[in-house]
């Protein structure tokens, strides 16, 4: 008879060296099934090993059964492990601190040092003083000093940053601890995706809400200016152009979220990991431009951190992708 996992001929009722080698270790982590193998690492088993078949929510039912699911399984393991990527993570974690940290400490908008040009291109444009007062007020005077609401509200604000970030050190964690990648626990990863799932739905129904909004707008704007239903038109667009972006962002990250969770787990990749989420996040660092000359020193730290942890999650997400195709895991 053959072995059904690495197709070596055996003796009638005997157990293949390849089980043998294969301690069961139970999990309750919803991802695997109640046991998986149990082994010291891929040099010690037998160069005819290859992982049995597993069902879990990440391989739609396909077994990692060939030797190429293997080099999958390690090399998106070593993916989890990288300094690279702990140190994404730690750049996304200090860019939510300094923005709390900002949002709850009494800042102006603009520095002073900028009031006199402002002043002079306010007085150039023939600003009324009422309006001339009110945007030099916007700009210029510190907010509120810190109180629990501030705080309160900033967490708040966060709270989907906050999750996601709590997800990815769980993952890392789970990843660095675990000696071969069916070890890896992803309840990290499942905290992750139900984020995103979660934020995908609230941008949805926001662009239902806006939509709604913008037709109303529309059909009631008929006896005004017609400058100003324009102009209403027009920034109903850009905001629906806004959140289909995010939309869009955010299912690309559900199916590289997918695409990592079948590679440590079976190593049977059938979600290419999006290079198009990798784009859009770098096109998105243009709308964090104005936050290096907006705000106070703690917004500008918030944003310095976050563009670092786009570029270097970018730069992931090419190389994840440029190592699946070298071995032939994907097209």
């Known amino acids: 008879m053959l072995c059904p996992y ?3 001929e055996i003796a009638d009722g005997t157990v293949c060296p390849c089980r043998q080698a294969a301690a069961q270790q139970p999990r309750s982590d919803g991802f695997y099934i109640d046991q998986v193998p149990q082994v010291q690492g891929f040099a010690s088993v037998s160069p005819g090993f290859v992982p049995p078949p597993v069902q879990n929510a990440w391989n739609y039912g396909a077994p990692a059964s060939t030797q190429q699911s293997v080099a ?3 090399m998106t393991h070593n993916g989890l492990k990288s300094g690279v990527l702990k ?20 800042h102006a908008m603009l520095p002073q040092s900028l009031r006199d040009d402002v ?30 609401v501030n705080l309160s509200s900033a967490l708040l604000a966060n709270i ?20 071969v990648p069916p070890a890896v626990g992803l309840s ?9 799932r979660v934020s ?10 806006m939509m709604l909004s913008g037709l109303l707008f529309v059909a009631t704007g008929a006896g005004h200016e017609s400058d100003a239903v324009a102009v209403g038109v027009i920034l109903f667009f850009t905001m629906a152009l806004a959140f289909v972006f995010v939309l869009v962002m955010l299912k690309a990250t559900m199916r590289t979220i997918d695409s990592v969770g079948q590679g440590v787990s079976t190593g049977f990749v059938t979600q290419k990991p999006s290079t198009a989420l990798a784009v859009l996040m770098l096109v998105g660092l243009l709308a964090s431009v104005p936050g290096l000359f907006i705000g106070g020193l703690w917004s500008i730290l918030s944003t310095l951190c976050t563009i670092g942890a786009t570029v270097g999650f970018a730069c992931c997400i090419f190389s994840y992708k440029k190592q699946l195709r070298a071995i032939g895991a994907i097209q």
Do not use: H
């Not at 990290?188 to 995103?196: A, H, K, P, S």
């Open 6 to 8: 690495c197709q070596r």
């Open 87 to 106: 140190l994404v993570a730690l750049l996304y974690t200090l860019s939510i601190v300094f923005a709390i940290i900002s949002a709850i400490t009494p």
């Open 200 to 209: 995908y739905i609230f941008m949805l129904v926001g662009l239902g809400l």
């Open 188 to 196: 990290g990863l499942r905290l992750i995706r139900g984020t995103q």
């Open 72 to 74: 999958v399984q390690q």
């Open 160 to 179: 989907f940053s906050i999750l996601l970030c709590i997800g990815l050190w769980s993952l890392l964690s789970a990843a660095s601890a675990a000696t």
């Open 119 to 148: 002043s002079q291109w306010l007085t150039e444009l023939n600003a009324e003083q009422d309006m001339y007062d009110d945007i030099m007020e916007l700009l210029f005077t510190k907010s509120d000093s810190f109180s629990p």
